[in-house]
T-cell receptor, first 117, second 119 residues
Framework: ETGVTQTPRHLVMGMTNKKSLKCEQH?????MYWYKQSAKKPLELMFV???????ENNSVPSRFSPECPNSSHLFLHLHTLQPEDSALYLC????????????????FGNGTRLTVT | AQKITQTQPGMFVQEKEAVTLDCTYD???????LFWYKQPSSGEMIFLIY??????QNATEGRYSLNFQKARKSANLVISASQLGDSAMYFC????????????????FGQGTILTVHP
């Protein structure tokens, strides 16, 4: 299997539930990302991991908790979400070489469409 | 200030014709990369084409080409010979390269342009 795989594709959860989104990349990349895409808004970067270390937390509420056990896997743990958290959550990966990052594209998964009721 | 601006919320094109999707960007970095992505209704973000700030030639990938005008800070996507399957949302994005800068390495997206190809 190649590329970036996200599961589940769709998720409906109540505000008191706890769930997790999973992302796996088969590209040998060293950086992984979570993005949020809400209707009528640009994509918002949430978290960045580089070699399993979190390098970016873009002021994301603590009800979103990322986990990166290795360079190939990324999770987003969700708890006590709000209806406004309903969105498409996209995982991505890239191969960033040393200090040069601007020339490598991010490769995205299909996303998880989350609905919070 | 917006780093990436896509001024066309929606565009229509006849099948087999060419279409240009506009993108302007704002950065003070010398090193940066510009990317175009396609997002069909299924949701996946598909990487199409890349242009580096130091590249002197316009990037091309099959039917996609990037009209890069550095002085104007524009990076328009040209799709030639449009196909029905090209109907999707298209995003312009940028990664800035100045190490230590607040935007270092981040991929920043524009608002997107919805392209509809008519038969």
């Amino acid at each position: 299997e190649t590329g970036v795989t996200q599961t589940p594709r769709h998720l409906v959860m109540g505000m008191t539930n706890k769930k997790s989104l999973k992302c796996e990349q088969h590209l040998g990349h060293n950086a992984m990302y979570w993005y949020k895409q809400s209707a009528k808004k640009p994509l918002e970067l949430m978290f960045v991991y580089n070699f399993k270390e979190q390098t970016e937390n873009n002021s994301v509420p603590s009800r979103f908790s990322p986990e990166c056990p290795n360079s190939s896997h990324l999770f987003l743990h969700l708890h006590t979400l709000q209806p406004e958290d309903s969105a498409l959550y996209l995982c991505a990966s890239s191969q960033d070489g040393g200090g040069v990052r601007y020339n490598s594209p991010l490769h995205f998964g299909n996303g998880t469409r989350l609905t919070v009721t | 200030a917006q780093k990436i601006t896509q001024t066309q919320p929606g565009m229509f094109v006849q099948e087999k014709e060419a279409v240009t999707l506009d993108c302007t960007y704002d950065t003070s970095d010398q090193s940066y990369g510009l990317f175009w992505y396609k997002q069909p209704s299924s949701g996946e973000m598909i990487f199409l084409i890349y242009q580096g700030s130091y590249d002197e030639q316009n990037a091309t990938e099959g039917r996609y080409s990037l009209n890069f005008q550095k002085a104007r800070k524009s990076a328009n996507l040209v799709i030639s010979a449009s196909q029905l399957g090209d109907s999707a949302m298209y995003f312009c994005a940028m990664r800035e390269g100045r190490a230590g800068g607040t935007s270092y390495g981040k991929l920043t997206f524009g608002q997107g342009t919805i392209l509809t190809v008519h038969p």
